[in-house]
């Protein structure tokens, strides 16, 4: 260390004097070290293209890691394959070196690859070009999106060998258009599908339906091409990928890349109120360690849960290090920044100039932002493979690389921290995707007849094709004629099927500060909690205050201020059983799953003081209700558990056990928590009794409450661990809740509560 | 467990599934099901029997035509040389269609090929499909093909219309038969829709597209750079209905030829399509009728009685319109007439025939627009100074008159002054700068010759 700079020569040496410091060190509940690891290689397969080779030779590359050489030989023997291997392991070549070596060898032959977002599909076209290039071959590489301009379409339709897209463009521009694509589709040899682990959920459903769509379109011309997939670290890659392609899949994970040391820290803010369970703020102990390594010229990146987080955490570390670094080294990264913007931080990323970024887990995908040497994030992610996503931010082929896990006051990251073997020996959780659920599989059903017409005999999803097609053309959107049915409707279906929850219809926020300007986006779902009137929007670290926000057209007004306060807001819920379709029943517990109805109402927002995060004040937000429909699951509990209890005891214990269970339930399904939620009723219309409702945010479900269902005995043996384990004397924001919410006697009596349920249920 | 149905239902999925825009049935009852009225309708449709529907197709001038791809419905006409659709007769477009040889030119930019141009009448073949929806995706579906061409100077009309999407290959096939031997297709937006719609149509059904595909005389580039100014919309019904004399009586409007189809296609009842089939025939006649105006007019043809009811407007979009296709001669007369108009919105026509004039140097003509135009701009609340500009540079350097020009260019610096600021633009102050400096020069110029 540098005495008089007070920089680290290297990340190695700011380790050392971190592990010096017991002010930190005190709050470090454990360290865990990845050993380096030396890279394994073989040499250029034989059947490698001269070229090829001279082309991987000119970037300095000799040898394939093992990886790279079973992924290149399981495409050359016709498999479908999906590569698993971290960050940095050199996963894109497991592709493009199957596709190029076809491409040499058949000048004809065509791949289309498949993005999540438009910002990976350009990074990735600038590297085939590069090869192309160093190769000295004519192979067109085009992306094709919503920037593509109309005449340079023709010549990518026409003309490209690598098309690269995304899976929103694929359904609502190239499938309903095929006939313009014959070239394509009667030569196509591969589909490469990166980010494999990003489908998932709702937007996975969607697209393991235009998969289905994509191959019915392609046995019509008469290909069947090979899908080469690549996925970040999840439980089940080969089982999703099977999943979304409904092919056998071969799976590669024996990663041959070499990776440097990795440090993985886990830093538990200290108690300032042990009776209350009160913890420093995640974020202000976030910022003291990233200011710490920014402050000794270590290139970070700090990932927080929240948008509203993650500006609040840009603005306090642009004021810290700002006399240290200059104003425009720390950038904030995340969805609703204009894409200009979000190129210009990646490639300040790339380039070093841009020494820290604040990000939310907009940059857990492989975006290229270079090897960064260290993580702080703020809270735990929600799930271990978007933690390990984000430590992967910080690792490097040579050298060490740190990760540390500030854990926020939440009973799942207080479960965590406190129980770190659990962390490490948690398996990454499952991508689920539910490609049959009945409203996704509809629509997709109509853009697929809208492409080609049914005939008797296909299959398309698990529930009956003839069925379905019979009520469409009930609908009247479909004709039967003969064997076969043909879309009969004016609509064009593919512009009313959006792909993602967050569906385009975006809400534009535009500063009104001085003329007009757009400065960002917000979707539909969190516009209400977002962009309110009256919400301090932050964005790029300035507070805006929203003065107007117009509804119908989608557009927010905002005005800069400078106040010391954030806000926060309400939502009010409200939830009906419209039909139960299953029923078990354990001893005390009853559960059910089925479907219902939920009402969403945005009602009151909070000011919280920046630092303090203390409440100043609040005020009334008038929007619309939002209605879904959707699969739920609920534990209802019998009046025996509650024996001896008065009625605000039962709603003390029913109030803790939901907030427990619902933090953990996400940990046990997919990878968002956002995606479940739980809401108790003290006496529930449907049941009659105590009840604590989960319900899937999508409308008809994704299979998640379906899930938990099975999954009761599990989550509430991990409820009495987690309860059971807190240090706290009466609950707190870890476990049950603070006392002052839940009630003097929380702790006691949701332990009470689930331990009396647990007697009934076998083990 | 609940049936598909109803779980769909539950869901919300009934009534939406259209996407919304489904057109309302008129006739739609309230009471029972979607399921029991379809179901009803079908049953009556089969118990009216074949015979019943034979006679309506009759009644309609339509019969089945078969060949090895299947059947389909074919309804001819055939209209004498003599029938007039409008103001126009059809048999003249046996000699108007090569008169419009420099469009089809224009519009076919391949390697200069002879075929390029119809080698007759009898080469052209008119096409009007009627489609199930607005796009050119392959879920829009063509349910009639409206064709046309001459033959032994007679007007043939032939619409193929598809009883349920099974016929669709025979319908192509025929279509097919009918292109053969014939080299250009005339259509009104053809290039962006019919044709790709049915090249589509033809990969759909198993043929590969070979070759570069029909030349194409589409009538619509042309109606635009003639009326876009003109008239307040180019359709085809706007139109026929100002400038060809067409007058249509009982016709449905053709976004409804879905609504209708989509009837057809539950009850079989041939009397929905009735509507729709005079529709589409008038379009083609129609079609015809705009082939032989615009072929009049390529070739310098157009009654001086005709031009006279022209607004000057449309006088000069159908000057400009001859310039760009080489017929320079014939425009002349038409830029001359529009210095004898006095319309609203006179200066900008007259300046764009000043400017005309000036590019071939022909000063002689320019001039008095140019004069004619300042004169307006006097009298306009909103005077622009450009007329004034162009006589000062006419006359500083054309005529060598420093004097004149000074003139003429500090009217223009007092009309540029008094433009309110809103209508200034942004290009405003540079060009009072510029006409600053004009009269500045010109001022020195003719000082420097009293000396």
Redesign the interface.
């Known amino acids: 260390m540098n005495r008089w700079t007070g920089r680290a020569a290297s990340v190695e040496e700011w380790i050392a004097d971190f592990r010096s410091r017991p002010e930190f060190m005190a709050n470090v509940t454990h360290w865990h070290t990845t050993p380096a690891r030396p890279a394994r290689t073989v040499p250029f397969p034989e059947t490698l293209h001269p070229k090829l080779a001279e082309g991987l030779g000119s970037k300095g590359i000799a040898s394939l890691y093992t990886h790279q050489a079973e992924a290149f030989a399981a495409a050359r023997a016709g498999e479908h394959f999906v590569v698993v291997t971290p960050t940095a392991s050199g996963k894109t070549l497991c592709y493009n070196l199957p596709v190029l070596q076809r491409i040499l060898e058949d000048d004809s032959a065509r791949a289309l690859y498949l993005f999540p977002t438009k910002a990976l599909a350009q990074d990735q076209v600038a590297e085939l070009q590069e090869l192309a290039n160093l190769m000295d071959v004519d192979i067109k590489t085009h992306t094709y999106d919503g920037d593509t301009p109309p005449e340079v379409r023709r010549v990518v339709r026409l003309a490209g060998h690598i098309v690269v897209t995304n899976p929103d463009m694929l359904h609502s521009a190239i499938l ?5 694509w ?1 070239k394509l589709f009667e030569n196509l040899k591969y589909v490469v599908i990166d980010e494999l682990h990003a489908y998932r959920g709702v937007f996975g459903s969607h697209v393991a339906n235009v998969i289905r769509r994509l191959k019915r379109i392609c046995r019509f011309y008469g290909s069947r091409p090979q899908f080469l997939c690549a996925s970040a670290t999840i439980r089940n890659p080969k089982e999703h990928a099977q999943r979304l392609l409904e092919e056998p899949v071969r799976l590669i994970d024996d990663n041959g890349a070499p990776s440097g040391e990795r440090h993985f820290v886990f830093y538990n803010p200290p108690l300032v109120n042990r009776q209350l369970g009160i913890r420093a703020s995640s974020v202000l102990e976030t910022q003291k360690i990233a200011a710490d390594l920014l402050k000794s010229g270590i290139q970070t990146i700090v990932f927080a849960r929240s948008r509203v987080r993650m500006e609040i955490l840009l603005t306090y570390l642009q004021e810290l290090v700002q006399k240290d670094l200059g104003p425009k080294t720390i950038r904030g990264y995340r969805g609703g920044y204009l894409p200009r913007q979000r190129r210009e931080i990646e490639r300040g990323l790339r380039t070093g100039e841009i020494r820290g970024v604040v990000s939310t887990n907009a940059l857990e995908l492989g975006i290229d932002i270079g090897e960064l040497q260290a993580c702080v994030i703020n809270g735990y992610p929600g799930s271990v493979a978007s933690t390990l996503q984000q430590s992967g931010r910080a690792g490097r082929r040579r050298g060490s690389s740190i990760t540390i896990l500030v854990a926020g006051s939440n009973p799942l990251d207080q479960f965590l921290v406190r129980n770190p073997e659990f962390f490490f020996g948690l398996t990454p959780e499952e991508a689920r995707i539910d490609p049959d659920n ?2 996704i599989l ?1 629509d997709q059903l ?1 853009c697929a ?5 049914f005939e008797a005999g296909e299959t398309f999803g698990a ?2 094709l003839e ?2 097609l019979e ?7 479909v ?1 039967r ?2 064997n ?1 049915w ?8 593919a ?2 099927v959006s792909l993602r929850t967050a569906s385009p219809e975006n809400f534009v926020i535009i500063d009104v500060t001085e003329g007009h300007r757009v400065i960002g986006e917000v979707d539909r779902f969190s516009a209400p909690t977002l962009i309110h009137e009256e919400a301090i929007y932050i964005h790029e670290g300035v507070q805006y205050q929203v003065e107007k926000l117009d509804y119908p057209e989608k557009k927010a007004y905002v005005r800069q201020v400078n106040v010391d306060y954030f806000t926060d807001a309400n939502v009010a819920v409200d939830l009906k059983v ?2 139960a ?1 299953l029923e078990e029943a354990d001893g005390l517990l009853t559960r059910q799953y089925g ?1 219902i109805a939920v009402t969403a109402r945005t009602t009151i927002f909070k000011k919280i003081r920046l630092r303090t995060h203390e409440n100043i004040g609040s005020g009334p937000i008038h929007l619309p209700e939002e209605e879904l ?1 959707t699969s739920g699951c609920w534990f209802a509990f019998a009046d025996e558990v509650f024996e001896g209890r008065s009625e605000s005891e039962r709603q003390t214990a029913l109030l803790g056990v939901s907030s427990v269970l619902g933090r953990l339930a996400p940990l046990h399904l997919m990878c968002d928590p956002f995606d479940i939620r739980v809401v108790p009723q003290v006496k529930a219309v449907h049941t009659k009794r105590p009840t604590i409702f989960f319900y899937d945010r999508y ?2 479900g994704i299979g998640l409450s379906r899930k938990l269902f099975d999954l009761h005995a599990e989550l509430l043996r991990e409820g009495e661990r987690l309860i059971a384990g807190c240090g706290c004397e009466n609950g707190c924001p870890s476990c049950v809740g603070p006392a002052d919410e839940t009630g003097e006697r929380g702790k006691e009596l949701a332990l009470e509560l689930i331990r009396r349920t647990l007697a009934g249920v076998p083990a | 467990m609940s049936t598909l149905r109803e779980r769909l239902i539950r869901l919300g999925a009934a009534g939406r599934a259209a996407g919304g825009d489904f057109p309302a049935r008129p006739e739609e009852r309230d009471n029972g099901t979607a399921v029991d009225d379809a179901a009803g309708r079908a049953r009556a449709g089969s118990e009216q029997g074949t015979g019943v529907r034979e006679d309506g197709w009759r009644a309609l001038g339509a019969a089945e035509a078969r060949n090895e791809w299947g059947a389909f419905l074919l309804r001819r006409e055939t209209y004498p040389p003599s029938h007039r659709h409008g103001r126009h007769r059809l048999g003249d477009l046996v000699w108007a269609l090569p008169l419009l040889a420099p469009v089809t030119e224009r519009q076919n930019r391949r390697a200069p090929d002879p075929s390029a141009r119809p080698s007759g009448a009898e080469a052209v073949l008119f096409l009007d499909l009627e489609t199930t929806g607005l796009g050119v995706g392959t879920g829009n579906f063509p349910f009639l093909i409206g064709l046309a061409y001459v033959e032994d100077g007679a007007f043939l009309v032939e619409q193929l219309f598809i009883r349920h999407p099974g016929e669709e290959p025979a319908a192509l096939a025929h279509l097919l038969d009918r292109l053969q031997g014939r080299t250009h297709l005339a259509t009104f937006n053809g290039r962006a829709f019919d044709w790709p719609l049915l090249v589509t149509r033809f990969v759909l059904n198993g043929w590969r597209p070979s070759g570069e595909g029909p030349l194409h005389l589409d009538l619509l580039p042309p109606s635009r750079a003639l009326w876009r100014n003109a008239l307040a919309s180019c359709r085809l019904s706007a139109i026929e209905e100002h400038r060809l004399g067409v007058e249509r009586e009982d016709d449905i409007p053709g976004v409804l030829a879905p609504t209708f189809y989509f009837r057809f296609l539950e009850d079989g009842n041939p009397a929905h399509m009735t509507g729709v089939l005079t529709h589409n025939e008038r379009d083609l006649l129609t079609l015809a009728s705009l082939a032989v105006h615009l072929g009049r007019l390529a070739g310098g043809l157009a009654d001086p009685r005709e031009t006279a009811e022209w607004t000057a407007a449309e006088l000069l979009g159908a000057a400009a319109w001859l310039d760009a296709h080489g017929r320079s001669e014939k425009a002349d007369p038409l830029y001359r007439e529009i210095a004898g108009r006095d319309e609203p919105g006179m200066f900008r026509w007259l300046m764009a025939a000043a400017e005309r004039w000036r590019r071939l140097g022909r000063f002689d003509e320019a001039v008095p627009l140019w004069e004619k135009a300042a004169s307006i701009a006097e009298r306009s609340a909103v005077p622009l100074p450009d007329a004034h500009i162009r006589l000062a540079v006419y006359h500083e350097h054309r005529r060598k008159d420093p004097a004149a020009a000074l003139v003429y260019a500090e009217r223009a610096l007092a009309l540029s002054a008094a433009l309110p600021l809103s209508r200034g633009s942004s290009r405003a102050p540079r060009e009072r700068e510029e006409i600053r400096r004009r009269v500045e020069r010109l001022r020195r110029k003719l000082a420097a010759s009293r000396d």
Do not use: C, I
């Not at chain 1, 007849?449 to 017409?453: Q, V």
């Open positions: 309903p258009h095929h006939t313009k014959v009945l409203l509809l109509k007849a809208y492409e080609l017409p529930e009956s069925d379905m009520f469409l053309a009930q609908e009247r959107v004709h004629a003969g076969r043909h879309w009969m409707a004016q609509a064009f279906p512009n009313n419209l039909h379709d479907e429909h409308p008809g």
